[in-house]
């Protein structure tokens, strides 16, 4: 958890850049092309992922400014 904050300030303001940073996950195979539930693993960017979500949940709880 310690790199949540260098890396949280980082993609705020710098935004996410996929080629410098990529999110490398995989998908357990069940022959078909469906992916169940729970099923999706981080190889590596666990932290990144987590930090992307948590942004674009605070963003969508922010309540607008009425003018």
């Known amino acids: 958890m310690a790199t949540v904050v260098p890396h ?6 710098r935004n996410f850049d996929p080629y ?3 999110l490398c996950i995989r998908f357990v195979s069940q022959g078909d092309r469906t992916i169940p539930s729970f099923s999706v693993r981080y190889v590596d960017g666990f932290c990144k992922g987590l930090i992307c979500q948590a942004i674009a949940a605070i963003v969508d ?3 607008p400014r009425l003018r």
Do not use: A, D, Q, V
């Not at 949280?8 to 303001?13: A, C, D, G, R």
């Open 8 to 13: 949280f300030k980082n993609i705020l303001y």
């Open 20 to 22: 410098r940073e990529p």
């Open 61 to 63: 709880k922010l309540e």
